[in-house]
């Protein structure tokens, strides 16, 4: 363990860097035994459940320079919690800055994508934020923007890589911010093995749509393949436009049909309650247990009462809201991308006691506290 708490000391930066290079945070040989494993697990689900630190992302910037520029925001659908949070907190940060900013829905329609970028680029926007969209689809977009010197930042969509053009994103995207996606995959798992006391039989509920999925799918798998006497019962794969329709039946004709399994690993927050109603419907609860990764309000409302969702790791969107708009005045200074990952923390029902999980933002306070807001107004020169 004492690699994670050298990394811990110093900062997610690190830990990126270790990631980018293709190590991983826990050990990679198989455990001696069992009684071993779940130990490893323990110690590192403790080094991930502390608050973060704020830690520089990169240089110091001049922010008075850019008064009155203007960001334009491009949320895939506002009627997404996470999409909408973080457009909320890029508008706040913006504005303590002297920005402008607009803001385009693409109601989750690829055209209005597309629609939605070339309108801020034939309006002269001096940066754009990706909030969700698809990077495939806008790809062309990206490139004229760049072209017209107008730098695009993604953010939470594209698992972030250091040291690369587009940091994980299109490579003609300026900048990325996002959570480590393999890190969360580790961090769910390691929760079934634990909570099982390392005999987790876990089904993996994916949505391969989604650009993060494989990432932190092969971070479950990472930490589940290596435990002795864990087994990954099955991998399911349900687009995103049916996770209100066909999560909960699923959910109950898995446990139904298999009563082996006692871990569902849903990728994300929402996927999870749809698959805690499934629990539910099939008389399971107290035998099935759920851990994923997000954090939303309605999530972690059901992982602070404990009986079927245990783990919800948290990211902070107003975090990364804040650290958009840094990543985006480096663009517009023309200065190199900042450090793309944002911190994540683990989060289970211990952890909620008492914690008023009815909105993000009491979350967020809770959770990560404010303290990165000073210091990223110091590290725009705007507060000593």
């Known amino acids: 363990m004492k690699l994670m708490k050298e990394i811990n000391i110093v900062g997610y930066g690190v830990r990126a860097l270790l990631v980018s290079a293709g190590m991983v945070l826990v050990g990679t040989a198989a455990a001696s035994s069992t009684a071993d494993f779940v130990e490893e697990m323990r110690g590192f689900i403790e080094e991930n459940s502390v608050k973060p630190s704020f830690v520089p992302p990169g240089p110091p910037l001049d922010a008075t320079k850019l008064k009155g520029k203007v960001i334009a925001i491009q949320m895939i659908d506002g009627r997404i919690g996470a999409i909408k949070d973080v457009a909320d907190a890029v508008q706040v940060a913006a504005e303590q800055v002297g920005l402008k900013t607009t803001l385009f829905d693409s109601k989750s329609s690829p055209v209005r994508m597309q629609q939605g970028f070339q309108e801020a680029i034939n309006a002269g926007a001096d940066a754009i934020v990706n909030d969700g969209n698809v990077v495939k689809i806008i790809a062309n977009q990206i490139k004229a923007a760049k072209e017209k010197g107008i730098p695009t930042v993604e953010a939470i969509n594209s698992p972030p890589v250091v040291g690369v053009p587009g940091q994980g994103s299109d490579p003609n995207t300026f900048g990325n911010v ?157 200065m190199e991308p900042a450090h793309p990952i944002a911190p994540i923390r683990y989060v289970s029902t211990a952890d909620l006691k008492e914690v008023d999980t009815s909105s993000s933002k009491a979350l967020s306070l809770a959770l990560f506290g404010d303290d990165y807001k000073s210091g990223f107004l110091k590290l725009w020169g705007l507060q000593k």
């Open 178 to 334: 996002a959570p480590d996606a393999f890190l969360a995959g580790q961090l769910s798992a390691a929760a079934a093995v634990v909570n099982t006391n390392g005999k987790a039989q876990v089904v993996i509920m994916n949505t391969s749509e989604v650009s993060a999925s494989p990432t932190i799918v092969k971070g479950m798998k990472d930490v589940l393949e290596r435990c002795p006497e864990c087994s990954i019962v099955q991998i399911t794969d349900t687009p995103l436009e049916q996770w209100s329709t066909a999560l909960t039946g699923l959910a109950a004709t898995i446990v139904r049909s298999q009563p082996q399994v006692n871990y569902l690993l849903p990728i994300y927050s929402d996927m999870g309650i749809f698959a805690a109603a499934g629990i539910q419907q099939a008389g399971a609860v107290g035998r099935v247990h759920i851990a994923s990764f997000n954090g939303t309000p309605a999530a972690q409302a059901l992982v602070k009462k404990g009986d079927v969702y245990t783990v919800n790791t948290a990211e902070d969107h107003e975090w990364i809201g804040w650290a958009v708009v840094d990543q985006a005045m480096r663009g517009m200074l023309k």
